[in-house]
């Protein structure tokens, strides 16, 4: 199923990781933010894995 919408929920520790994985879809300011219209579908293994491997668990997405 096509990615749709992604998000950080409260908890971000600002490691990086996501960054790292997807840097098309997240930065980090003081904590991750998804880059305002970035391309989902370009990168839904990246924004999984992301979310897979985050630490603190607080990256969604549908």
Do not use: N
């Not at 409260?10 to 790292?20: F, K, P, V």
């Not at 998804?34 to 391309?39: L, P, Q, S």
Request: glycine share 6%.
């Amino acid at each position: 199923m096509a990615i749709t919408k992604v998000w950080v929920e409260d908890g971000c520790t600002s490691c990086g990781l996501c960054e790292g994985t997807a840097p098309d879809i997240f930065e980090i300011d003081d904590v991750s933010e998804v880059i305002d219209g970035a391309d989902f579908s370009a990168h839904e293994d990246e924004i999984r894995q992301a979310a897979e491997e985050c630490p603190v668990e607080v990256i969604k997405y549908e």
